[in-house]
């Protein structure tokens, strides 16, 4: 299906307020908004909207096998969507907002859709201001895979994300190359702490902490 992708040339989140206000009510509407993230570029929806999420796998082309994490603000509005222990607040607390995404026992409110029948989900918190400033007014937990077809590496260029997914998705932000540009580290500690996928974060600096 063809949508008609509105395109934000964003440079400073307090300079274009505006157009972050834009995609935040299309987000809380259910629409699919791509956006940078200090990693690479991310195409969020509601995640406590499974019409939302049916859409974001669709635009993605993505396998519903293939769980979805989620991005937040803070912690309190993390724990509203996974259960935090000891080690899980440690690690919070040291690396986000960061380039780590933290795989946790789910609560209830995170549709099964969005971890693929999972009963964990991955949570993260970007050190980005324009998707900080999104995840704050929006006022709701983010499903946040990465802006590219399924198949297809990661995109760290808003001009990249243009050309895959436009007429796909409803707005994307383009702010340019993003900081860091290489994906996050995954720890799961939803047993003893593994990690997952390299990413920017070390993963030694991760098991020192929690072994
Ligand atoms: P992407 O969706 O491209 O941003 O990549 C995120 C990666 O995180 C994918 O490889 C997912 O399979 C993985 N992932 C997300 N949620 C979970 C989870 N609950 N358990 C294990 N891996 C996850
Ligand atoms: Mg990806």
Redesign the pocket.
């Known amino acids: 299906m063809l949508l008609k992708t509105e395109v934000f040339k964003v440079e400073d989140a307090e300079k274009d307020r505006k157009c972050i206000e834009i995609c935040a009510g299309i987000l809380k509407r259910g629409g699919l908004v791509a956006f940078p993230t200090e990693t690479v570029y991310g195409l969020g929806a509601n995640a406590l909207d499974v019409s939302a999420v049916e859409k974001l796998y669709a635009a993605k082309n993505r396998p519903a096998v293939?769980?979805?994490?989620v991005c937040v603000a803070d912690l309190p509005s993390a724990e509203r969507v996974a259960v935090f222990d000891d080690r899980a607040k440690l690690l919070f607390k040291t690396f986000m907002p960061g380039p780590l995404?933290i795989?946790l026992p789910k609560r209830e409110t995170v549709p099964g859709l969005v971890?693929a029948g999972?009963d964990?989900?991955?949570i993260r918190v970007p050190a980005n201001d324009i998707a900080m400033m999104l995840l704050k007014l929006s006022g709701v937990p983010l499903a946040l895979?990465?802006a590219n077809l399924s198949g297809k590496g990661?995109l760290s260029d808003g001009s990249e994300v243009v050309k895959e997914l436009y007429g796909r998705v409803d707005a994307i932000i383009d702010a340019g190359k993003t900081s860091v540009g290489t994906v996050s580290t995954?720890v799961?500690l939803a047993g003893e702490a593994k990690i997952?996928?390299v990413g920017a974060v070390p993963p030694e600096e991760i098991l020192q902490l929690v072994k």
């Open positions: 293939k769980p979805l994490s995404t795989v971890t999972l964990t989900v991955g895979p990465s990661s995954i799961s997952l996928r």
